[in-house]
């Protein structure tokens, strides 16, 4: 099946700094999502963007819809150890249905 | 409300055998969609149900997969003769049509084929 692709595959930063991530796709989503997973766990959902260039912040977290509807960013600022995990960004291009499509996943690990 | 519920959480079977899945969704949701996620890898969809109707099925669903809501609450996910490449995290989420924000998973079933 189609995955979006997602950028970095991994990163490796330490505690307090901040991450930047983005997700590109070769169709137009009309909605992004970001998701983060913990091992063992189903994907618990961070932000929802609904329009192009829409810019949303949850807390320390921050995310773009592009103007193509093609990219999605995400920002974390002040990382903090329970940021660890792996980040999906999904797109929804039919709201009917809300199947998404998700990337392939930034996995994120704090060093001490 | 204790969000969805999926049983077991993990299953090892040998080669061969058939398989079955339960998802319990959040009550009130009237949409129900199975994924699969495989290792290193974002979930892909397999097929979702508006209250007891399925209304789609992807390409990765293969003749030897059913999936079943029968009453519109709880649903059931069949794998028969399984092989190694089923091995996989089985996610199932439930929402209310056009609710994005509701839209919740399950932790998964994991299945390993040996």
């Known amino acids: 099946g189609q995955q979006l692709n997602q950028s970095p595959q991994s990163m490796f930063i330490q505690e307090g700094e901040d991450v930047s991530m983005n997700c590109t796709s070769s169709s137009i989503f009309n909605t992004w999502l970001w998701y983060k997973q913990d091992p063992g766990e189903g994907p618990v959902l961070l932000i929802a963007l609904y329009k192009a260039g829409e810019l949303t912040s949850n807390g320390r977290l921050t995310a773009q819809f592009g103007i193509t509807r093609k990219d999605s960013f995400l920002n974390i600022s002040a990382s903090i150890p329970s940021d660890v995990g792996i980040y999906f960004c999904a797109g929804l291009s039919n709201f009917g249905n809300e199947k998404l499509t998700f990337g392939t996943g930034t996995r994120l690990t704090i060093i001490p | 409300d204790t969000g969805v519920s999926q049983d077991p959480r993990h299953k090892i079977t040998k080669r061969g055998q058939n398989v079955t899945f339960r998802c319990d969704p959040i009550s009130e949701h009237n949409r129900l969609y199975w994924y699969r996620q495989t290792l290193g890898q974002g979930p892909e969809f397999l097929t979702y149900?508006?209250?007891?109707?399925?209304?789609?099925k992807s390409r990765l669903l293969s003749d030897r997969f059913s999936a079943e809501r029968p009453k519109g609450s709880f649903s059931t996910l069949e794998i028969q003769r399984t092989e190694q490449g089923d091995s996989a995290m089985y996610l199932c989420?439930?929402?209310?049509?056009?609710?994005?924000?509701?839209?919740?998973f399950g932790s998964g079933t994991r299945l390993t084929v040996v």
């Open positions: 989420a439930s929402s209310l049509v056009g609710d994005i924000h509701g839209y919740t």
């Open positions: 149900f508006q209250n007891e109707a399925q209304l789609e």
